[in-house]
């Protein structure tokens, strides 16, 4: 065990906090010794006056919330909170058939990492992927009208952590597995984990048109754990680079035990050539899916060597190289492809571990970067004039440096304990410079309390000139992990669903709703309109309707209010219902009506002076 | 039907949008021309740099989202995202089991009111009530904490919209219905509406010793809607006004139904007239609540006439006066508990409304304001100069007038469509006359599109100069209705739980993590600590156990990280389960093990360097 790593556990298990706490004093004092106009100049920067826009969005992911938050920059205010894999009651989301089904039986996710969709390597803008590590699924969110529009279950999988990366087209969205399992959900003992478990990487593709996800084939590998990945571009476009950590192969204790050797892997995949075997048949299957061992496949996979425990492995804007950061050393590593492809036609092989042929260390890396005092490298970011920015977890700052010299430039305090990074534009052929923003873990005192949990935080970083200005930290709800910013532009909103008129189970005009009645099934079309629901146009009441206990309800409710932001809502009061229909849209939520008596119905989304007026009542006849 | 109805209802079928748009217009000229002076001094007044804390809390409900959000005063940071009525994947609220259990089956509520407790009319910040007009409940949280800690589901009940106010030393948590049902759950058809329906208002207690919420008594009233309330403090302490709409008795199409009468109610009833009678027994029980009829009561019950269709009503901080606001009529209206003490001691009354005694309007009345032009007043706040503010939801805009005079001061444009406004300690006896905060319902242009949806809005005026100064627009998650904002200072919140070594399930040191077995229930007593889990100190892996297949398992699990904002997570692959362990916490989740195979543990907070080795498995053997 090194030095550094001794002196990490001991952080870890009480130190780390006094630690930061010390560290803040001086950081304290420098920010009380700001000059004022500094602090005069960043309130003129974040503030947005009404009457003007936010110049970028930024797509947080939201941890183990499950949700994808949605921030406008410079100003950091959340626009929206856009439900994904949990439910969410203010939407009605996992309430409403559609959705419910969607989401396969889960009500929560552990999102990490969003991916907006590329064209040439550029994002587009149409929609967004998201990683469940929890539940190993994948989900695409339509940003046009910010709903998720597909979820997918992937079996054979142990955690989607280092996802989703997408291809330069989007030709596929990458999902490498953190943890190892048995394939096919089997049981083995942890005794036999060399053996039966393996590490996956499941190959997605995306239907724009159907807004489907699609699983192509699986990458079966060693059982190590993929912490994280990243397409090439350009030159290096049909590779994929991940990070791995625990190739100890340790089953216990992995804080100890996975952090015994001088270095873990870099893992290079060439999905090129794995998708022509596949399409040649040379697959397997496995639990239901296409799997493929590039083991087998010449030229399809190499290792190389990086500083211990990587975390973040990020290619550069140009696609020529990629920097790699050990988290137990406290160093970036930059690779070059080029390097490594001259590497692999010379067979310049070290080792061969699991099958895998191991590159030289020396002959891949082009510069090794060590700021003085800084632990803790996560990721890294770009900018469009050639410089480096790396969050360092347990120094709580961002080191700005130069790609080509490894020179460093800046470095800026974080409060604290940064995570990833995402700089404008940040994973395109093309950043913008402009703007930088970490995911911190630790708020401590930077916010009112709030209790023993602290909430997390963002901060913003002008990045436009040579030294970082540090503009707003903003508290957020857990958990940001990764992000996206994407230039304002570049999202073509929708204000109101198409009105479909084929659409099944929708009804466009008032006197069109009507109830259906099939034995014990009640099928009401109904409308949304200000200020009335209609469930029934024949009915003396049309805005009630009696059943028997038992029935079987289906409300299909479209809103006919085709005007922005007139969303409405509609609960059944003690049914523990509650869903939204957006101007235009058609939702059908079903529910067993088992409790008798008499529940109110209303609005539950405030849209017009008479919403309180909305409302009307459900009726359950005792059997 | 009068002519402001006409128009009202033609607006809300459609000419709405227009006519905001049109306004708009005139808003954006009159932005355009804000001089860059007044834009830059706002911009320097809501910046609350790093090393820097907000002046205020604001608590906002969160509506159909079911939890309260809590913000930062002047920044508008959105600090935290309290789970009360509704599953919160992101902290494992309605995952674990004592959250579960509290949420009694449901998984969503719709949260209009907080009321922060009070002592001798003032805020004292030690606890916040919650309204779930959907489901009939009402929830404290505890402010120390910032958790939900208990939630009492109320019978009889048809909604509590005039819900949370407390009366001035928190005697009472009061909850007026909005709809009116039939008592104790019962069928009866809407044509038995006069008879049947009843209007129902509950008088809650809490237990602050216990954290604990307890059903007094509940109130019987005819079966109008009962839309907002407020107590009587100092001189009309003992008091709780409330309005009412449809008392037309309307059963369909309320939004013209219910708007056909020129005056509806504002009732008035003296809670320590019926708490006496309580006390001497004179309550029958229905549905296992104890219930008075105030009309048996001499003095116990009064209305005094308003104009059409009210919304809010709201007692003056010296409590001599209450304010409310016609939404069909444009004008508010103050009217004078002296003058209803004298017109009730005299007698005189002008009807009498099933059984209730009514004043006479004029002999209540102490003036009428009627701003030219000024449409739809909803809400009424005050400041500490005898000034009171009224949000205009049809104009989009808050009007200040002194309440001794009426004369109207200045007038302000709201970004667009606000429904309640909150004043810095506002509800208090002693308003802090700073800050003014709108909670908008239509967000239209404001920012970044979002899809058809748009977020809510919140607008941030400073109120201590003659004229109002808007300083800015905030979007947030649906959906505010009423805030209440406090001071800093007066909130004590926890930064570690206390370190209760009888606590039930509870383990304080790793060696003492243990696994017991009964029959097929298998406890875990675990700690979670960084940076990892010890479920059982004596086996071989400590982070890993094994099942059988269809095992019921209980994970105790206390968090030993005795340090600020170390949070621990901790999830089960596959099994769709995650809660939060805050520092020194001991929660439990229970869930069966009906799923063989091998499934991944890991904390899903990040909580130190080595977080991401913080892990383990759940082995679960086949039958």
Not at 241 to 248: A, R
Not at 359 to 382: C, I, N, W
């Amino acid at each position: 065990m090194n030095k550094l790593l001794t002196a990490l556990l001991g952080l870890s298990s009480g130190l780390l906090v006094s630690v930061l706490f010390f560290s803040d004093v001086g950081r304290q004092n420098a920010r009380a010794s700001t000059p004022d106009g500094e602090l005069a100049s960043a309130a003129q920067k974040v503030y947005v006056p009404h009457g003007k826009k936010d110049e970028y969005y930024l797509f947080s992911s939201g941890g183990h919330s499950g949700q994808l938050f949605v921030y406008g920059v410079p100003s950091m205010r959340q626009i929206r909170i856009v439900p994904v894999f949990s439910q969410d009651a203010a939407t009605g989301y996992g309430f409403d058939d559609a959705s419910k089904k969607m989401m396969g039986g889960y009500t929560w996710g552990d999102f990490h990492h969003p991916a907006i969709s590329e064209t040439a390597g550029d994002y587009d803008g149409q929609f967004l992927f998201a990683n469940d590590v929890a539940n190993n699924r994948i989900a695409a969110v339509d940003l046009s009208l910010f709903h998720t529009t597909d979820i997918l279950k992937m079996p054979n999988m142990g955690g989607p952590h280092a996802a989703v990366f997408v291809t330069p087209n989007t030709e596929y969205i990458v999902a490498p597995t953190r943890f190892a399992r048995p394939l096919g959900d089997e049981y083995a003992p942890l005794d036999k984990y060399k053996e039966k478990y393996k590490g996956v990487v499941t190959m997605i593709q995306f239907d724009r048109a159907k807004k489907k996800l699609n699983l192509a084939y699986q990458i079966v590998l060693p059982p190590w754990s993929y912490d994280l990945s990243d397409a090439g571009k350009k030159m290096s476009d049909g590779w994929v680079v991940m990070t791995t950590y625990n190739t100890e192969f340790a089953t216990t204790n992995l804080e100890i035990n996975a952090s015994q050797k001088d270095r873990d892997y870099i893992v290079m995949v060439n999905w090129k050539k794995l998708e022509q075997e596949v399409a040649a048949g040379k697959a397997n299957t496995v639990n239901g899916v296409k799997m493929i061992d590039p083991r087998d496949v010449e030229g399809a996979i190499y290792a190389i060597p990086v500083a211990k425990s990587p975390h973040g492995v990020d290619v550069t804007p140009d696609g020529t190289r990629f920097v790699a950061s050990g988290k137990l050393a406290p160093l970036m590593t930059v690779f070059s492809f080029q390097k490594a492809f001259d590497a692999i036609a010379k067979k310049d092989f070290v080792a061969n571990e699991f099958g895998i042929p191991v590159l030289k260390y020396e002959s891949v890396m082009e510069r090794e970067v060590d700021p003085p005092g800084a632990l803790g490298p996560l990721h890294t970011q770009f900018d469009d004039r050639g410089n480096a920015f790396n969050t360092m977890f347990i120094s709580s700052e961002v080191v700005k440096w130069k790609l080509d010299t490894g020179e460093v430039i800046d470095r800026q305090p974080v409060f604290y304990s940064p995570g990833h990074a995402t700089a404008a534009e940040g994973d395109t052929a093309a950043p913008d410079g402009t703007y930088l923003i970490t995911g911190n873990k630790i708020a401590k005192d930077s916010f009112l309390g709030v209790g023993p949990s602290h909430p997390e935080s963002l901060d913003l970083f002008d990045i436009s000139g040579d030294k970082m200005q540090h503009l707003m930290s903003v508290p957020i709800p857990p958990e940001p992990h990764y992000s996206q910013m994407v230039k304002a532009d570049k999202i073509k909103p929708k204000l109101i669903y198409d009105k479909d008129e084929t659409r099944p189970d929708s009804v466009w005009k008032a006197d069109d709703a009507r109830i259906e009645r099939k034995g014990s099934e009640v099928h009401v079309y109904g409308v949304a309109m200000r200020s009335k629901f209609i469930f029934d146009a024949k009915a003396e009441r049309k805005d009630s309707f009696t059943v028997n206990q038992g029935d079987r309800v289906f409300l299909h409710i479209t809103n006919i209010d085709l005007d922005q932001d007139i969303t409405h809502g509609l609960e059944v009061m003690d049914y523990n219902l509650n869903f939204e229909i957006q101007p235009g849209q058609t939702s059908t939520l079903s529910f067993t009506a088992d409790k008798s008596g008499v529940f109110p119905i209303y609005c539950t989304n405030f849209c017009s002076a008479l919403h309180q007026e909305m409302s009307g009542h459900l009726l359950v006849q005792p059997k």
